[in-house]
């Protein structure tokens, strides 16, 4: 979602429009500019459920973060930001750092802070809730001061990277919340491996592809070619593996997929406003290839077959879906 654009704003409401939006979207702070005279921004804010995505691309500008905001205005916020095309500099209890493009630096928004670039720039950023991630601060903060000891550092990067490139398309996507969910698992997992917690990085690398996986499922559930082999395939793990990773959650992964598709299924043919002409159609919009498999577990998971249910929220004088025997209907 755009929160600010300054290209159709008179030139002298700038400047505090653009600390509104970052002190309001990231975290308090005062910002400053390389040409008070030529301030042009644009911020956006992705929503992810576990996770939020906040990009500037901005002239030079410097965000300071004093001791007296950090004291008077709390932040829970921990983030991985990108530099976008220049330099960025960072300075936080006592560590000075320069950045070039694609550097990956991990920030507590809590602590005061010196951060900027010269010229034309941008900032990509992933925020996740301290509690959401329930790790300490002190461990967050060693892992901050050398994100790179981490062997996940380019997995994280690049992650970082595509979602944040891609976040106002993605957050609108049916996985967002579960892409939300492993991105925040994949931070933690950062974290506890550049400050080599062994223990906790186990924990932690199950919940993210626990996570990882139920994402890219949820995000290809109409595909009727989603298969395990698939599935493995996509997320660099054996198949043994895959079905391993449901047994720990308690789950099968063929029945997940068809439940998750029967729920998209009904929700499609009870929808006010019809995107299918018939009940076939929508089995095959959920993947199901054969109608009778469909219809028969359809029955199984809700006690009414799918012609039994728009029959029973038929209202007279509106066109209903096509209900016979061959298009999924039977029962």
């Not at 330099?87 to 006592?94: F, I, Q, V």
């Not at 491996?193 to 949820?218: E, I, W």
Request: proline share 5%; glycine share 6%; with cysteine.
């Amino acid at each position: 979602m755009l929160v600010l654009d300054t290209q159709s704003m008179p030139a002298g409401e700038r400047a505090e429009a653009f600390q509104a939006t970052v002190s309001g979207n990231c975290s308090a702070s005062m910002a400053t500019f390389e040409d008070p005279s030529a301030i042009h921004a644009k911020m956006t804010v992705s929503d992810f459920g576990a996770a939020k995505v906040f990009n500037i691309d901005a002239s030079g500008t410097t965000l300071r973060r004093t001791p007296a905001i950090s004291r008077s205005s709390p932040e829970t916020s921990i983030v991985l930001a990108l530099p976008m095309r220049t330099d960025n500099h960072l300075s936080w209890a006592r560590e000075e750092r320069l950045y070039g493009p694609r550097d990956l630096m991990l920030v507590d928004l809590s602590l005061p802070y010196v951060y900027g670039w010269q010229g034309g720039g941008a900032s990509y950023a992933l925020h996740v809730d301290v509690d959401q991630l329930g790790l300490p601060r002190d461990l967050i903060h060693a892992a901050a001061r050398e994100p790179r000891r981490s062997p996940l550092y380019d997995l994280v990067r690049d992650h970082v990277a595509r979602v944040t490139a891609q976040a106002e398309q993605l957050a609108v996507s049916p996985g967002a919340a579960e892409l939300g969910a492993a991105s925040a698992e994949l931070m933690r997992a950062l974290v506890v491996s550049a400050a080599s917690d062994g223990r906790r990085l186990r924990d932690t690398m199950q919940s993210f592809m626990q996570a990882r996986v139920l994402a890219y499922v949820r995000n290809n559930l109409r595909d009727p070619d989603l298969t395990p082999a698939r599935i493995a395939a996509a997320n660099a793990i054996s198949l043994r593996a895959l079905y391993k990773l449901y047994e720990a959650m308690g789950q099968s992964l063929e029945r997940s997929i068809i439940e998750q598709r029967l729920q998209g299924a009904r929700t499609d043919l009870t929808a006010s406003h019809r995107r299918y002409t018939s009940i076939a159609a929508v089995a095959r919009a959920w993947g199901f290839a054969n109608p009778s498999f469909f219809s028969t577990k359809f029955r199984e998971a809700f006690g009414v077959t799918p012609r039994q249910l728009v029959a029973a929220r038929a209202v007279p004088g509106r066109r209903e879906l096509a209900t016979s025997a061959s298009d999924g209907g039977s029962g």
